[in-house]
């Protein structure tokens, strides 16, 4: 068993919200272990409340079952809580490319940090004309914003 | 059951009777965005409900290991009303739009100096709770004080509403910081936070808001009159209906799971 493998199979685990986007993209995987004939996987959720968490749980354990690995123990740890500044920055292209526009890259979201909680632009026309709708939106992780020049309605991935 | 046990059941209860609450717009909300927006907050504080059951769990597990061993489940959907320690405040009806903003944000006010205060205290479960919450509280903070001055500072209607929902809930409001037995023994022992200790930063907090939505502030000398006190367990009419219902499938099918 070697690490790299089992984390390439764990990098195929997609959010089932968003699915451009991997668990390890979100920063939601924090760990592998292997110990003896177990694998230790270690994740943290995005809010307290993500119903996405049961969904991901069980995703991974398939995921590493079809590739042969069925010792599985999944851990989940609050603490650092999560951030979005854990998000990759191949997961932000990706969020954008979605239709989704991501926090800003050039400050930091975790606590005590400088973060503004505005996206930068609208991801469709890059306009930076842009207001919020709604500070929550279909996901806990999200925002509802309205772009003023193409006047599409748009998701935000919060500043969290 | 020990006084740090019932303090995390306590702070349990909390959220999960407001969430519980709250999830009853969904679907009723007065446009879907705010629909959305308090169904998230729903969602936040039942998460956190769930962390918190299931820290007090772990520790009843450790500390009786020759019982039968308990879940989040168990606590939640296996206690009767007396046994909830939640504030009464939480489980009074929704009433209309105006009293359901209040009522979060009065208590998101609270929640969020009550989880910053348990940061630097001495159980590392609940400093990681705490640590996760803030970062949602925030938002509710945040929104919640939007909707009070956009209610307070808005029609004729809109502020006469804001009128009576402060009439209704401000009743409610001294018991969250008149500390329960157990949780002045919590605190002493370093474990818990006494929640007068809140009092006057929560207080400055709410009247700042209150103030520029143009309502009038919440009257600052406490009022100790009599009142009920759910965190002991004593509750209104109100709890034991929102138990019927949140209990319903456990109690007539025992044991089931997801």
């Known amino acids: 068993m070697k690490k790299e493998n089992i984390i390439s199979v764990l990098e195929g685990v997609t959010d089932p919200e968003i699915p451009v986007l991997s668990i390890a993209d979100l920063g939601i995987l924090r760990d592998v272990e292997i110990s003896g004939n177990e694998i230790i996987v270690t994740i943290t959720p995005t809010y307290s409340g993500c119903p996405a968490m049961d969904a991901i749980q069980q995703d991974i354990r398939k995921a590493l079952s079809i590739n042969g690995y069925e010792k599985v123990k999944i851990n989940q740890v609050l603490s650092p809580p999560w951030t979005s500044d854990w998000l990759s920055a191949a997961g932000k292209e990706k969020l954008e490319a979605f239709g989704i526009a991501a926090p800003s890259t050039s400050h930091s979201c975790a606590a005590g940090g400088t973060g503004s909680d505005s996206p930068d632009h609208c991801p469709h026309c890059h306009s930076k004309n842009i207001e919020m709708i709604s500070r929550f939106g279909s996901t806990s992780c999200k925002a509802l914003y309205r772009c003023l020049e193409c006047r599409e309605p748009f998701d935000y991935f919060k500043c969290h | 059951m020990s006084p740090f046990s019932t303090y995390i059941i306590h ?159 401000n009743p409610w409001i001294p018991e969250l910081f008149i500390a329960a037995d157990y949780e002045k023994e919590a605190a002493e022992s370093g474990l818990a936070l006494d929640p007068s200790a809140l009092y006057e930063d929560w207080l400055s907090m709410v009247n700042t808001v209150l103030a520029n939505a143009t309502l009038p502030l919440y009257p600052p000398e406490k009022k100790d009159a009599f009142s009920l006190s759910g965190k002991n367990g004593f509750h209104s009419e109100h709890l034991g209906y929102i138990l019927a219902e949140m209990q319903f499938l456990q109690r007539a099918y025992p044991g089931c799971s997801w």
């Open chain 2, 11 to 169: 702070l349990a209860d909390n959220a999960l009777i407001l969430g519980h609450r709250n999830s009853e717009w969904t679907g009723h909300g007065p446009i879907l965005e705010q629909d959305i927006a308090l169904s998230n907050i729903a969602l936040d504080l039942i998460g956190q409900s769930r962390n918190l059951y299931q820290l007090a769990a772990e520790r009843l597990n450790s500390l009786s290991p020759e019982r039968k061993s308990i879940t989040e489940d168990d606590l939640a959907y296996l206690r009767d009303s007396t046994e909830y320690k939640n504030f009464v405040l939480l489980e009074q009806d929704n009433g209309d739009w105006a009293k359901t903003i209040l009522r979060e944000f009065y208590f998101s006010h609270f929640q969020l100096l009550q989880y910053h205060g348990l940061l630097n205290r001495k159980d590392p479960g609940l400093a990681a709770i705490s640590e996760k919450s803030i970062k949602e509280i925030r938002y509710h903070v945040k929104w919640s004080s939007e909707w009070v001055c956009r209610l307070g500072d808005g029609t004729l209607e809109s502020h006469a509403r804001m009128l009576n929902a402060l009439d209704a809930l």
